[in-house]
């Protein structure tokens, strides 16, 4: 591709941690990455709880991990390893946390082939048949009901393990308050439900009404209906959350192709 975002400023409000890789991409089509991340991904402060928990996966049938967080901070309580047990089958929510299980020497027995989330996961043949079986889902706090809530319905016990802890950054808005103002910013993406709510927040409520207007690229139909009901009405989905998917679609906004 040419250098088609030419000086393009494109708000990027991923965690610090995963937005550079997608912040260069942005940079290397001339556009002008906005680093400003509407959340921050911490450990939780019970480590001993979830290292008991990982010393006893063969307890459960399936063990699912939502996201590469949830590998990377349930590898970070539990000195950086996580045993295999031929007893337990493991599950990622999508391809990047497939990725992740594969870095940490995890088996991956289940991923979707196509989507990304727990829907996609929900529809494949293996967890039809779950009467009975006891799940472990490896997440975040909080988070969507929808994957515990379908595999109960199926007849499972499941339980959650919380590795992390979502945060509202302690960072200055103003910078970006002033280009919102000043109508300098061109094109929003936005990872996650959550970080929509905190820009909100962290850019007061005063100037919701310009930050409504501005393009918003999200990357997943549920994030754009919640986009929708908060007054956002120019948003483009994704075909997928990994950068390069986010960043043709930055370009189709741009250019209209």
């Not at 539990?78 to 990047?96: L, P």
């Not at 709510?197 to 919701?208: A, D, S, V």
Request: aromatic fraction near 4%.
């Amino acid at each position: 591709m040419s250098k088609v975002l030419n000086r393009v400023r494109v708000l990027v409000t991923r965690p610090a941690h995963q937005a550079e890789n997608l912040c260069r991409l942005i940079e290397e089509q001339g556009g002008e990455a906005i680093r400003f991340p509407t959340l921050d991904i911490v450990s939780r402060d019970d480590a001993s709880e979830i290292t008991k928990t990982l010393a006893n996966l063969d307890r459960f049938q399936w063990v699912v991990f939502i996201s590469a967080n949830a590998v990377n901070f349930a590898l970070k309580a539990n000195s950086g390893k996580i045993d295999c047990m031929k007893s337990v089958r493991f599950a990622a929510v999508g391809q990047s946390t497939a990725q992740a299980m594969k870095m940490a020497e995890l088996a991956v027995d289940l991923v979707p082939e196509s989507g990304y989330n727990s829907e996609a996961l929900l529809a494949m043949p293996q967890l039809q048949q779950v009467d009975g079986q006891n799940c472990l889902i490896v997440r975040g706090e909080g988070g969507r009901e929808e994957l515990a809530n379908t595999l109960r319905s199926r007849g499972a016990n499941v339980e959650y393990l919380e590795v992390y802890k979502r945060i509202i950054p302690d960072i200055d808005g103003l910078p970006v308050v002033k280009l919102l103002t000043q109508h300098r910013l061109d094109v929003i993406i936005v990872t996650s439900a959550e970080a929509l709510q905190n820009l909100i927040i962290m850019l007061g409520e005063k100037n919701y009404k310009l930050l409504s207007l501005i393009p918003l690229v999200v990357v997943s139909d549920r994030i754009r209906r919640i986009a929708a009901d908060m007054g956002f009405n120019r948003i483009t989905v994704t075909d997928s959350p990994i950068d390069t998917a986010i960043l043709e679609t930055v370009i189709t906004c741009v250019t209209g192709k």
